[in-house]
């Protein structure tokens, strides 16, 4: 071999001159045997990188349903079980949420009491119009005309008592932002608009709004800050805080017993309950806990927090570092139900390790708050049917949460015939385990009949407010969708 006394490394690495055969043969043995220790290190390395890969790479969990189908209270229980620090340190903030929730209802019972006072007035008067009084929520049902009631002095004095609650009612709707707002019937729009075969003129709001935004970081937990002190706020914007929040608690201190007179009061019930309408039913019932919650020490309790109703706007990201499994990150994504933010949820389908599907089966009888033409559970199925068909996720874990079960035995048990609303329930036993055993099945066929592969069928009942039971259940759900997480990060 010729080497250039120009070239001082071929020179460094080159042979001895006078090398004897032997000599060659134990340099190039040595050689070989320094070359599979360096490959063996280099091997090592890259698989440390690729483990060291797989675990970093976080968990992600799409919730997914209709709004009002439970998806930020599972996603509350997930932060309750696994976040306890964050959770303690919102726990405060929850209070104004809850004052609202409590507000808003007792709001909607005025606004009844309101219109059956005013129709019974205009009864009493010969030849005047019957045409109730107009007060803010139109969604409620018309006023039972021929009933009677003997509505007092006491009646009035309520009425007028509560007045100022409209105000604290609109100031913390504007503190809150609009996660503070309910959708309102809006424009007519597609169930599923992320869904590549509605055509493109039903998939899009017409105007594009806030609900329509693909991802916010934090979303109701803006909201919320709003409302927690923080060493940033400067001494004056604490004072105006401080100040406002006052003036809020002050009114509605003020308004205690007449919210206590107003939901005990036995003529007021008996509206309710011609109307049929059961508050109790509703997100953000507060009006059992009056007594407790009204109170310059209450502090909102975990199952508070879960009860109370913010919506979720956009699609927000929550980080959760569970203990278990070696401080693995969990990205969990919690969308806005309501049918003008779905087309968002499709740019999450790609990189998603699990989804977990919600329907309240309590729903069978409700319509949807945007489009008050269409049936809820009609609405879950056609949104059940869409996710199950989707290429994109078909080998994805879909998990179903029938949730709201807590709220579907209350309706059963206190008469409602579920054949009534859905005929092709037959003349099946009208009680709580057939009634859910019926959804299963019609949910299970249509999994299968619409996923493009097969795909197991994982179901939960659940009513997601019960914190206990709901741990039990996230226990499981989290094994799974962990051991699903690391066989795929294993194929990579
Ligand atoms: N009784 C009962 N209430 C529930 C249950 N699950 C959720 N809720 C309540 O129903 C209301 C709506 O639940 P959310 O979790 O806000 O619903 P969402 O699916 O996040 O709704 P959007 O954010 O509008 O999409 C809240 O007040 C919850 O506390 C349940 O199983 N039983
Ligand atoms: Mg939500």
Redesign the pocket.
């Given at each position: 071999m010729f080497i250039s006394a120009d070239d001082p490394l071929a020179l460094a690495i080159a042979p001895p001159r006078n090398e004897t055969p032997e000599e060659k043969d134990a340099r190039e043995t040595a050689e070989l045997e320094a070359r599979r220790i360096s490959d063996a290190i280099d091997d090592q390395i890259r698989q440390e990188r690729t483990a060291l890969k797989k675990k970093k790479k976080p968990v992600k969990v799409l919730?997914l349903?209709?709004?009002?189908?439970?998806?930020?209270?599972?996603?509350?229980n997930f932060q309750l079980q696994h976040a306890r620090h964050e959770w303690a340190e919102e726990r405060a903030s929850w209070r104004a949420v809850i004052y609202l929730?409590l507000i808003r209802n007792i709001i909607r019972v005025l606004d009844i009491l309101i219109r059956e006072m005013s129709l019974a007035e205009s009864e009493k008067r010969p030849g005047s119009s019957t045409t109730p009084e107009c007060v803010s929520d139109s969604d409620e049902e018309t006023p039972s005309r021929g009933m009677s009631y003997h509505f007092t002095d006491k009646h009035s004095f309520i009425r007028r008592r509560l007045g100022p609650l409209r105000s604290v009612q609109i100031d913390l709707e504007s503190k809150l932002g609009p996660e503070a707002q309910e959708?309102r019937s809006a424009t007519s729009m597609s169930a599923t608009p992320f869904d590549s075969t509605v055509p493109p003129s039903q998939s899009l709001p017409k105007r594009p709004s806030r609900d329509f935004g693909v991802s916010s970081t934090n979303g109701w937990k803006s909201a919320l800050e709003k409302l927690r002190p923080s060493m940033m706020n400067s001494a004056r914007l604490q004072r105006r805080r401080d100040a406002d929040h006052n003036e809020i608690t002050d009114v509605l201190f003020g308004c205690k017993e007449a919210m206590l007179d107003l939901w005990q009061d036995p003529v007021v019930q008996q509206v309710l309950a011609h109307r049929k309408m059961k508050i109790e039913?509703s997100?953000?019932?507060f009006l059992n806990d009056i007594g407790r919650i009204v109170t310059h020490d209450y502090e909102p309790t975990d199952s508070d927090i879960?009860?109370?109703?913010?919506?979720?706007v956009g699609i927000q990201q929550h980080r959760v570092v569970m203990d278990e499994g070696g401080g693995k990150e969990w990205l969990l994504y919690?969308?806005?139900?309501?049918r003008s933010?779905r087309a968002a949820w499709a740019s999450y389908f790609d990189d998603v390790d699990a989804i977990i599907f919600?329907c309240?089966i309590?729903c069978f009888d409700e319509q949807l708050r945007e489009d008050r033409r269409v049936n809820r559970l009609e609405d879950s199925y056609l949104l059940w049917k869409s996710v199950c068909s989707s290429r994109i996720l078909a080998k994805t874990d879909i998990i179903l949460f029938l949730?709201?079960?807590?709220?579907l035995q209350k309706k059963i048990q206190r008469g409602m015939c579920i054949k009534d609303y859905i005929p092709s329930y037959g003349d099946r036993k009208n009680d709580t385990i057939t009634v859910m055993r019926y959804f299963q099945q019609h949910f299970k066929e249509i999994s299968k009949q619409h996923s493009p592969d097969p795909r197991p069928f994982f179901l939960h009942f659940?009513?997601?407010?019960?914190t206990k039971a709901t741990a039990a259940t996230l226990g499981v759900v989290e094994e799974s969708i962990l051991r699903a997480h690391l066989r795929k990060a294993d194929l990579l």
């Open positions: 919730l349903g209709q709004s009002e189908s439970g998806k930020s209270a599972t996603l509350k929730n959708v039913d997100p953000g019932f879960v009860r109370a109703r913010l919506r979720t919690d969308v806005g139900g309501a933010s919600l309240p309590s949730n709201k079960c807590d709220i659940t009513s997601v407010i019960d």
